[in-house]
């Protein structure tokens, strides 16, 4: 049985960090690409970031770029997202997906090619 288990969110001040991570288990992560996404209320799930197996390419939201570093750690078959000089519209459900890839320096941009979904962590930004 796959599980992705997010954890770290929280309610922080706007400037503030945290870092995200997800727990994968049931499945071989040097198989699997991941992403983070999120969704906001009232609005639709978008992709943050994503990296690829060997963690060499990385994706970003352009309107996170310098704000937000995703990695892995495959000795703990763990990803994480680093999130860094919140904004209060950085509030949302903050998800984990994985994608299983076929190469290890890709990853995919897309919502439907990932196979399986954290259930999502909570995170608000206040002002």
């Known amino acids: 049985q796959v599980q992705l288990v997010e954890s770290g969110g929280g309610l922080v001040q706007a400037g503030g960090s945290l870092r995200l991570s997800c727990a994968a288990s049931g499945l071989t992560f040097s198989n699997y690409a991941m992403g983070w996404f999120r969704q906001a209320p009232g609005k639709e799930r978008e992709l943050v970031a994503a990296?690829?197996?060997?963690?060499?390419?990385?994706y970003y939201a352009d309107s996170l770029k310098g704000r937000f570093t995703i990695s892995r750690d495959s000795a703990k078959n763990t990803v994480y997202l680093q999130m860094n000089s919140l904004k209060p519209e950085d509030t949302a459900v903050y998800y984990c997906a994985a994608d299983l890839q076929s190469y290890s320096n890709t990853y995919s941009a897309r919502q439907h090619d990932y196979d399986y979904w954290g259930q999502g962590t909570q995170v608000t930004v206040s002002s």
């Open positions: 990296t690829s197996i060997n963690g060499r390419n990385t």
